[in-house]
């Protein structure tokens, strides 16, 4: 499948600073989704960025599609401790593809 | 409610034992998937199915085996477990692609094969 480089793996944050993963892949992808997993939860999904440059928030969390639609980031403005789990970025191989390839994700700690 | 169900939760086997992990969803639809998730590895997927009696290896299909009879269900059936298949295990589905939704996760199964 489609390959993606998530960074960073681990990321710890006191709460109310911000916190932001990366996603990039070496060839131009049609769209990106990012899902949340809770600790001892399953994925779920948050959005899907489909156009070049393409700017999405939801309330704190602010996703990014690049010009070139070959990375991604997502956004969290003052942390909560809420916001605890991992950030995960997934991709399909191409486009009207059904393999969805995940990122590694990012393992957020949010110290109170 | 829409959602996926799996079930076992939990599930402790020993190595050679046959087992199936079962995936039901009441959303209608047409596609569904198994992945596994490691520490370190993230999630993988095993196999996927397009619709019914349509199915495809994913990244690491070795050991498993699906079926895709109905609509609503993907069982997963591991016929020889091994430990290195000790892992957590989820089922997702989802409309066709197109539609900005993304993928609807059941709970997971965590299988231990001692």
């Known amino acids: 499948g489609q390959q993606v480089m998530q960074i960073p793996q681990y990321q710890h944050v006191q709460e109310g600073e911000d916190f932001t993963t990366y996603c990039n892949s070496s060839?131009?992808?049609?769209?990106i989704q990012w899902y949340k997993q809770r600790p001892g939860g399953h994925p779920v999904f948050l959005i899907q960025?489909?156009?070049?440059?393409e700017v999405k928030k939801q309330k704190r969390l602010t996703f990014q599609f690049g010009e070139a639609k070959k990375n991604s980031s997502l956004h969290i403005t003052a942390t909560q401790t809420t916001d605890v789990g991992t950030y995960f970025c997934?991709?399909?191989?191409?486009?009207?593809?059904?393999?969805?390839?995940f990122g590694k994700g990012t393992k957020l700690s949010v110290i109170p | 409610e829409a959602q996926v169900t799996q079930n076992p939760r939990y599930l402790i086997t020993v190595t050679g034992k046959k087992l199936t992990v079962t995936c039901s969803q009441n959303?209608?639809?047409?596609?569904m998937s198994w992945y596994r998730q490691d520490p370190g590895l993230g999630l993988r997927q095993i196999y996927y199915?397009?619709?019914?009696?349509?199915?495809d290896k994913g990244d690491v299909p070795e050991g498993y085996k699906v079926s895709r009879k109905e609509k609503r269900n993907f069982p997963l059936i591991l016929e020889s477990p091994s430990p290195n298949q000790t892992s957590l295990y989820f089922c997702?589905?989802?409309?066709?692609?197109?539609?900005?939704?993304?993928?609807?996760f059941g709970s997971g199964t965590r299988l231990t094969v001692v």
């Open positions: 997702a589905s989802r409309g066709y692609p197109g539609t900005a939704t993304g993928y609807t």
């Open positions: 997934a991709v399909y191989s191409g486009a009207g593809s059904y393999q969805l390839t």
């Open positions: 060839t131009t992808l049609s769209n």
């Open positions: 199915s397009m619709n019914v009696e349509v199915t």
């Open positions: 960025l489909v156009k070049s440059g």
């Open positions: 959303m209608n639809h047409e596609y």
